[in-house]
């Protein structure tokens, strides 16, 4: 299989329609619901190893830790800042946060929490908000507040792909 592009190397064009945010709303919604299907029948203590990056708990926790960042760029673009709040690029809290101690239910509740939040939020924003301009600080690049959504779903998606990769691999993660 072609391997991922590091989310690092990832580009981006946002030129889309403000039109399509139920779209992104339904991504942003189903990634709760792929998360589910995909870790259903997956062993709980294969999911805590990590041969080579991340474990699938961990990839699920980064999503997890990633809400609060997402909630506070979408406070940025309420507030009409001109740069969004910057990421640790680190991603020390992914790091420190021993997610492979906990369980794989409990993980992908928590994230299941702060999504709902976000959505429930975004849910009723008009075009005139959704269309509000901030700049990116990585990135370096003006972004609208549909453009971010659609980066935190394909942010999802880059998570989601590696921890599908990870539980397809033969034998211990």
Not at 9 to 37: A, K, N, T, W
Not at 47 to 69: A, I, P, R
Not at 77 to 85: E, P
Not at 118 to 127: A, K, P
Request: proline fraction near 4%; include cysteine.
């Amino acid at each position: 299989m072609i391997n991922q592009t590091p989310w690092f190397q990832r580009q981006f064009h946002f030129d889309f329609p403000v039109g399509i945010f139920p779209i992104i709303f339904s991504r942003m919604e189903g990634s709760i619901f792929r998360l589910y299907s995909l870790l259903s029948n997956a062993d709980d203590e294969m999911c805590s190893v990590n041969t080579n990056g991340w474990s699938v708990k961990e990839h699920v926790g980064h999503l997890y830790d990633l809400e609060e960042l997402w909630w506070k760029r979408l406070q940025d673009f309420q507030q009409n800042k001109a740069m969004l709040t910057t990421a640790d690029l680190n991603n020390t809290k992914t790091k420190e946060a021993n997610h492979n101690e906990k369980t794989l239910e409990k993980l992908v509740e928590q994230f299941t929490i702060e999504r709902q939040i976000i959505l429930e939020t975004v849910y009723g924003f008009d075009e005139e908000l959704l269309s509000r301009v901030s700049v990116h600080p990585r990135l370096n690049q003006p972004m609208r507040l549909i453009d971010s959504l659609y980066f935190v779903a394909e942010h999802d998606d880059h998570e989601i792909s590696a921890i599908s990769d990870l539980l397809r691999k033969p034998g211990p993660l």
